[in-house]
């Protein structure tokens, strides 16, 4: 392509190229092109160029093309009436007609631009332009592909056509494709109620929605049976509470003798969250049993492992700890899986399940857990690590004590870097729960190791957790934190001699650290005068960083910024003789 021509007439010379590339290039920018060129040779050159682009050959031009509708649209109706025309007259026709592509990806993106494009027309055009369209695609019978857009569209759509217009009219068409006699389109059906039983309210999704579903759920299609109890849960949360306890419960349960395996696969893939949608109402015993079946029995193998692990909590949530002991053996269960994956997710909610049931529980059972998976493999470990904080609040003091020692061993133990990163992220948090003799007994040596660690990353992990270990430190006898004290203070130099031999990158960590200690209110007279000093620093990289520090989060704090150590160490910044320092202290 000629690169020498403007946007707009390098669309027009080469939009019917022969190169799929050089098309696709013209199509990714024509938001840009329009923007360039102006609202008026917007309407009169681009225009009539993008119905080329509707029937390309290639799909990738096409999608691309159907995702610039949108901005361009925008563009176009802040220029005016014209612009809003195209709209109406231009860019929904391109759109209904890409929505059913041959090829998915395309037709995906057009429901997305679709979605998007509903909430610039005018309420008084919404029925034609919008509901009696679908209302045409709906009782198409070329090809059931059309029927299939308009039953997802009745539903995505739902919250533009608004309440009356769901009553009076698209509540009536949905009933008409449930009874369609393509499988597919009456599987789609039963994907797409959530929505509209949102914008009609519990008592009509009741009388005109739930009957239906349930004559979906009676389907001779296993393809539509999946449907209905993959959407279970949107289902249960549209309708009334005491519908909810009892047909939906009852429906429910009948499906679990299913013929169908994959019904089967798609309701215990539902079980837990659909659990959740009773939330603390009376939850049938039958359920939380066939709940805990999904965990494996006896030490053998069960499908639905991982489904049972990851729905956990949100059970746990909703039938609270006063029946914790009818989940108890299929969470012990879990905790032994064969399947790591499994234990993964468990490694991850341990905090959130220790958040319902309490401390008792969580001593006696989730600690177990805790310890076995802080040994497991390290995909295992991270699930523990990264919420260690909020697992160790869920305890009493004495149990965060035992089980604290488990996890400032890791860094030693550990060659994955990533892993002490983690660790060194949570040390910070994992202070505030404990004294200060804890904290100097178990956290202050991995706090040392993690901020001399050789891997940057974990470096810059432990410089904000060394800043609350010391500050919890400092809430105890004056020399819990001498040692902590100490090894910050030796990253300096002791005397203009040392000066010369001391690393730069030594006084790189001081800055940083300290700066996080300032931030903490740790002694911050005494660290201010320190970071005055490296102001001078002969290097200008250190008073690089400390311009940083300084910018990102010692003056936007409200209780620092005003502080005269503050003020005098961002004067001499300003005026450093070096370009890059003096950017972080501009106003």
Not at 102 to 124: C, M, P, W, Y
Request: proline residues 4%; contains cysteine.
């Amino acid at each position: 392509m000629d690169d020498s021509l403007d946007a707009i007439t390098r669309l027009e010379r080469y939009h019917t190229s022969d190169f799929s590339l050089q098309r696709l290039v013209l199509v990714r920018e024509l938001a840009d092109t329009a923007s360039e060129a102006g609202y008026n040779v917007t309407l009169s050159r681009m225009l009539p160029l993008l119905s080329n682009f509707v029937a390309d050959s290639e799909p990738s031009v096409r999608q691309t093309f159907v995702e610039q509708l949108w901005p361009l649209a925008q563009f176009l109706i802040e220029g005016g009436e014209p612009g809003y025309a195209e709209l109406t007259n231009t860019f929904l026709p391109f759109t209904f007609e890409l929505l059913v592509d041959k090829n998915v990806q395309v037709g995906i993106s057009a429901v997305n631009t679709l979605t998007k494009l509903v909430d610039l027309v005018r309420d008084e055009q919404v029925e034609p332009q919008l509901l009696n369209v679908v209302v045409t695609l709906a009782h198409d019978e070329r090809a059931e592909d059309y029927r299939i857009v308009a039953a997802q569209l009745f539903n995505d759509l739902s919250p533009r056509f608004g309440e009356q217009r769901c009553l009076n009219t698209v509540i009536k068409e949905v009933e008409h494709l449930s009874t369609d006699s393509s499988f597919s389109v009456r599987r789609t059906v039963a994907s797409n109620l959530g929505k509209l039983m949102e914008v009609i309210g519990p008592q009509a999704s009741v009388d005109k929605l739930l009957p239906i579903y349930l004559n979906l759920c009676k389907d001779d299609i296993w393809g539509v049976r999946k449907a209905c109890v993959e959407h279970i849960c949107e289902i249960s949360k549209g309708i009334t509470r005491e519908v909810r306890r009892t047909t939906l419960v009852d429906t429910f349960q009948k499906m679990v003798d299913d013929t169908s395996r994959w019904v089967k696969v798609g309701l215990y893939q539902s079980l837990g969250g659909f659990i959740h949608t009773l939330d603390q109402e009376d939850i049938p015993t039958e359920l939380i049993k066939l709940f805990a079946r999904m965990a494996p029995q006896d030490g053998a193998e069960c499908d639905y492992s991982e489904y049972c692990a990851y729905s956990f909590p949100a059970v746990v949530a909703a039938v609270g700890k006063e029946r914790w002991n009818e989940l108890e053996d299929a969470y012990v269960s879990l905790v032994k899986d064969v399947e790591w994956k499994v234990r993964r997710t468990l490694s991850f909610s341990l905090h959130e399940i220790g958040k319902v049931v309490g401390p008792e529980i969580s001593e006696r059972i989730l600690t177990q857990a805790f310890d076995l998976f802080l040994h497991d493999l390290d995909e295992v470990k991270v699930g523990c690590v990264t919420h260690a904080a909020e697992f160790m609040a869920c305890l009493s003091d004495s149990a965060i004590q035992k089980h604290l020692h488990s996890i400032s061993a890791l860094p030693q133990e550990t060659e994955n870097w990533r892993l002490r990163e983690l660790i060194a992220q949570n040390l910070g948090r994992l202070a505030e729960l404990v004294s200060p003799k804890v904290c100097k007994d178990l956290l202050q040596a991995p706090t040392i190791r993690l901020a001399e660690d050789q891997v940057a990353d974990v470096r810059l992990a432990a410089y904000p957790s060394f800043g609350k270990v010391m500050k919890k430190l400092t809430e105890g006898d004056k020399n819990e934190s001498d040692e902590l004290h100490t090894w910050l203070f030796n990253l300096l130099p002791k005397s203009s001699d040392d000066a010369s031999k001391s690393h730069f990158q030594r006084r790189q960590m001081f800055v940083q650290i300290a700066g996080y200690c300032v931030l903490e209110g740790v002694h911050p007279d005494q660290f201010l005068e320190e970071l005055d000093k490296l102001t001078s620093d002969k290097v200008p990289n250190v008073r690089l960083v400390l311009a940083k520090v300084m910018a990102e989060y010692i003056i936007p704090n409200e209780a620092l910024k005003e502080h005269p150590k503050v003020q005098v160490i961002r004067s001499k910044l300003k005026d450093d003789n070096d370009k890059d320092v003096q950017y972080y202290n501009m106003e």
